[in-house]
């Protein structure tokens, strides 16, 4: 993983919450809540929250006297998080490093992540401290992309982006998103940091948008794939993200434009 994967700054985050989270995490977040929910968790710790749609999807489900701990490494994606959610005196923000948390052990019953562990420098280390700061009871839960075969517009934008730059195709969504999906490799990973009792269900959703456009914008210019794309020549993202519109109307139609995303939902207890 390079380390620009990771950063989220500059337009990114208001074009990653407009275009992206509708058009791929707002189901999975959903469906995360739901899981959350299930457990009756009074304290509640969210790592890598990004834009804050889980947050959002869980934060009204929560017993009232809920702490509820948001944390994401990016301060400019906590920010923006914060302007998106209703005050709520449960709910504290708090940018922290998922491989450093500044909380005491046992001080959690649930730790929630979306789509955020694909971006730890070393997640058996990230899987550590999560586990620390749970109680002996405590759940972590948490989503991973599939492959990106199976995630079609990514697929779609990645192949465009690689045709503007055939000598050197940015491969961010590739790369990192996509790039965490083996399942034997996930459960061996927990358990090396000791988590035993681990679930995993692999979920197909659909992904929906107007236009093109949506999907192309959402992947080119809401994600760290901008930065890719300007490292390579600063004049083109608007040229890339004209690509990738054409590319996926050539696939799935001029009109509204429908394609399969799929993830896995991870729960492991100690």
């Not at 999975?28 to 834009?51: K, M, T, Y």
């Not at 017993?63 to 920010?79: F, I």
């Not at 192309?216 to 690509?243: M, S, W």
Request: aromatic content about 10%; proline content about 6%.
């Amino acid at each position: 993983m390079s380390e620009n994967d990771k950063v989220f700054t500059g337009s990114i985050p208001e074009f990653y919450d407009t275009y992206l989270v509708p058009l791929i995490f707002e189901e999975f977040a959903n469906d995360l809540a739901h899981r959350v929910c299930a457990l009756s968790p009074s304290r509640i710790l969210e790592i890598a929250a990004g834009s804050g749609v889980v947050t959002r999807a869980l934060a009204p489900k929560l017993k009232a006297g809920s702490h509820y701990c948001v944390t994401d490494l990016n301060q400019a994606m906590l920010d923006h998080a914060k302007t998106r959610q209703k005050a709520d005196p449960r709910i504290r923000w708090q940018q922290a490093d998922a491989l450093n948390l500044p909380y005491d052990a046992s001080s959690f019953d649930v730790a929630i992540c979306q789509f955020g562990v694909m971006f730890f420098p070393d997640r058996i280390a990230g899987y550590k401290e999560a586990r620390r700061t749970l109680t002996p009871d405590g759940a972590l839960v948490f989503n991973v992309w599939d492959d990106i075969s199976f995630n079609e517009f990514a697929d779609v934008v990645t192949d465009a982006a690689a045709e503007v730059f055939p000598d050197a195709p940015p491969r961010f969504l590739a790369r990192t998103p996509h790039g965490y999906h083996d399942i034997s490799q996930i459960e061996e990973e927990l358990r090396q940091a000791g988590f035993s009792q681990i679930r995993i269900e692999t979920l197909e959703k659909q992904s929906s948008a107007l236009n093109a456009s949506i999907p192309a914008i959402a992947y080119c210019q809401g994600t760290p794939l901008r930065n890719e794309i300007e490292q390579r020549d600063p004049d083109k993202l608007a040229h890339v993200t004209d690509v990738a519109t054409k590319a996926i109307a050539a696939r799935f139609g001029d009109g509204p434009v429908n394609s399969k995303i799929r993830g896995h939902v991870i729960t492991a207890f100690s």
